[in-house]
C-alpha cells in the first residue's frame, strides 16, 4: 500500500514537470514566432523604402537630373561655351566696326559703356563714368545735321535751346563778317592769343582786333579764348593779364576760355606737366577771369577732361568740349560743343570750327 503511494506520488510530480516544459517550450515557441514576424514586417516594410527610393532616383534620372560629379562636369562644359560664345561674340562686334570704318578706338569704346576709353600715346586708359558730374544726357536721335551744316536739337526737351557759332583765329584769315552773320552765326569765340609749346612765348593772334570788332559790329555775340601751355599758377596768371587787357574795350557778352590741350610734341614744355599742375593753371586761369567780372570757361577734348584734368575737379566752371561725332562721347554736362573742325561758312573762306551753345549767356 506505501509503494503504491510513493509512485503515484513520484508520478504525479514528473507530469507536473513534463506540463511547465510543454509550456516553457510553447512561451519560447510564441517568442520566436513573433519574432519571426516581426523580421518579416521589417523585411517587408525595408523592400518598399528601397523601392520607394529605387523609384525617385528612377524619376530623378528620368526628368535630368545628375549625380554631383556629372553636374559639376556639365557647369565645367557651359563655362568652356559661355567663354567661346563671349569671345566669338566680342570678336565679331568688333570686326563688324572695325569693317565699317569706325577705327580700333570706337571699337574699343563700345565694349565699355560704363568708363570713358582714351588713347594716347600708343595706350588705352579707362575712366569709370562717376555719379559725381551731373550727365547731359542727350543721346545719338536727339541731334540732327541740318541744310547749314550745324546740329539741330530735336529732342523732346522742351527746355533746350541750341544757339549756332564758331570758333575763329589767324587760320581763318580775313573773315566777311556781314555773311557770317547773314548766314546765322549767333555767337564766335574769338582767339585773344597763344603761348608757344616750346620756348613758352605769348603771341597776340594777329587777327584778334579785326575778328572781334568785325563780329561785334554784326551783331554777333562775342567770347574769347586763349591756347595755354603755362607750367604752373605764375605764368596761368600771366596769360590771363594778357587777355583782360585784350579784351577791356569790348563788350564780352559769352564766357572767357582757357583752351588746355596736349602739345602733339616731345619738346613740348607741358609734356610732364601732371594733372594736378594742369588744374592747377585751369583753376588759376578760371578764378582770375570770374574775379574780373567774365564768366570762366575751360575747353578740352575728352583727352582733356580725363588725362590731364579731373572732371570732378573742374565741374565748378563752364565746358566747352570738342568731340567730332554724334553721340556726344563726353558723358558729362557741357555749355558749348565744338561738333566739327570742318565747317563752312559763307563769309569765310576754307574750314572753320562749327560750335553749339546749350547755355543762355
Known amino acids: 500500500m506505501n509503494n503504491s503511494s510513493d509512485n503515484r506520488g513520484h508520478i504525479g510530480i514528473k507530469n507536473n514537470h513534463n506540463i511547465l516544459s510543454i509550456i516553457f517550450l510553447s512561451i519560447v515557441a510564441l517568442v520566436a514566432l513573433s519574432f519571426c514576424i516581426l523580421l518579416l514586417v521589417r523585411n517587408a516594410t525595408l523592400q518598399k523604402e528601397e523601392e520607394s527610393v529605387r523609384n525617385e532616383l528612377d524619376a530623378l534620372n528620368s526628368e535630368g537630373y545628375y549625380t554631383t560629379t556629372e553636374a559639376q ?42 568708363q570713358i576709353v ?3 600715346s600708343g595706350r588705352y586708359y ?26 539741330e536739337y530735336v529732342g523732346e526737351d522742351s527746355s533746350v535751346s541750341v544757339r549756332k557759332g564758331i ?10 563778317w556781314e555773311k557770317v552773320a547773314s548766314a546765322g552765326v549767333e555767337f564766335a569765340f574769338v582767339r585773344v592769343g597763344l603761348r608757344g609749346t616750346t620756348e613758352g612765348k605769348i603771341l597776340l593772334d594777329d587777327y584778334f582786333e579785326t575778328n572781334i570788332k568785325g563780329a561785334i559790329e554784326n551783331g554777333i555775340e562775342v567770347g574769347v579764348y586763349f591756347y595755354s601751355q603755362a607750367v604752373d599758377e605764375v ?24 583752351d588746355i590741350e596736349s602739345a602733339d610734341s616731345d619738346n613740348a614744355r607741358t609734356a610732364q606737366l601732371t594733372s594736378d599742375s594742369y588744374e592747377a593753371v585751369a583753376k588759376t586761369f578760371c578764378d582770375m577771369v570770374s574775379s574780373a567780372g567774365y564768366k570762366p ?18 565741374d565748378e566752371y563752364g565746358i566747352w568740349i570738342a568731340y567730332y561725332g554724334n553721340p556726344l562721347y563726353y558723358p558729362y554736362h557741357f ?23 546749350i547755355t543762355d549767356y
Request: charged share 25%.
Open 335 to 357: 555749355d558749348v560743343w565744338q561738333f566739327s573742325s570742318t565747317g563752312t561758312i559763307d563769309g569765310i573762306d576754307g574750314n572753320v570750327d562749327l560750335d553749339i551753345c
Open 118 to 120: 582714351v588713347a594716347s
Open 126 to 151: 579707362f575712366f569709370p563714368i562717376t555719379d559725381m558730374v551731373q550727365k547731359h544726357g542727350f543721346v545719338e536721335s536727339d541731334f540732327t545735321v541740318g541744310e547749314d551744316g550745324f546740329l
Open 73 to 114: 562636369e556639365l557647369v565645367e562644359e557651359a563655362k568652356k561655351q559661355a567663354e567661346i560664345e563671349t569671345t566669338n561674340s566680342i570678336r565679331n562686334l568688333i570686326q563688324s566696326k572695325l569693317e565699317a570704318g569706325e577705327g580700333t578706338t570706337a571699337a574699343i569704346r563700345s565694349l565699355f559703356s560704363d
Open 297 to 314: 570757361m575751360i575747353y578740352g577734348n575728352v583727352k582733356s577732361f580725363t588725362l590731364l584734368l579731373d572732371a570732378v575737379d573742374v
Open 235 to 258: 605764368e596761368a596768371a600771366e596769360e590771363v593779364q594778357v587777355v583782360l587787357d585784350a579784351i577791356e574795350p569790348y563788350n564780352i557778352t559769352y564766357p572767357v576760355v582757357i
Open 167 to 176: 570758333d575763329v583765329s589767324r587760320f581763318q584769315g580775313k573773315i566777311d
